[in-house]
């Protein structure tokens, strides 16, 4: 397993020593009818979480998982439904505990993202459709809405 380090601002270091698919699921409940329905335009619904848990009882290793969940259907009529989460082992070195948080949660899935999506495209071509690209995200502005949320 091959090691990557980040450095960002200030000397903080970010190492990625992993990354792996942790879960995943694609179902295509009414093939071959599905594939019929293409040239309707479909209506697709894309859901993004992070988390990140510290792992190994080390105060620097975590895991950032980004999990994304996109539903696809025409005229009511499922034609996918992809589950993926996406993961990855990082290492914060020379970081201040007071920013540990925001950086797995907006820097790590960050970088995570681009496989996802490559997956996630994959799979919809794999099964029959167009591939399903996800516009870029903004972990930032994620990580704002949601420590804003009640």
């Known amino acids: 397993m091959s090691e990557s380090f980040i450095h960002l601002n200030q000397g903080v270091q970010l190492n990625i020593s992993a990354q792996y698919i942790k879960d995943f699921s694609f179902e295509n409940p009414r093939a071959p009818t599905s594939l019929k329905l293409q040239h309707l335009q479909p209506s697709i619904k894309v859901n993004v979480d992070v988390e990140a848990n510290k792992i190994y009882n080390n105060e620097e290793i975590f895991e950032v998982i980004l999990k994304i969940r996109a539903n696809a259907k025409t005229l009511e009529s499922p034609l996918f439904l992809a589950d993926l989460s996406y993961a990855g082992i990082f290492k914060l070195q020379k970081i201040e505990k007071t920013d540990t948080k925001t950086l797995l949660l907006t820097e790590c899935p960050r970088l995570l993202f681009?496989?996802?999506?490559?997956?996630?495209?994959?799979?919809?071509?794999?099964?029959?459709?167009?591939?399903?690209?996800?516009?870029?995200?903004?972990?930032?502005?994620?990580?704002?809405?949601?420590i804003q949320s009640p």
Not at 132 to 146: C, E, H, N, T, W
């Open 114 to 146: 681009p496989f996802a999506r490559e997956i996630l495209a994959n799979t919809t071509i794999n099964g029959g459709f167009p591939p399903l690209v996800i516009q870029p995200i903004d972990f930032s502005a994620m990580y704002q809405q949601k």
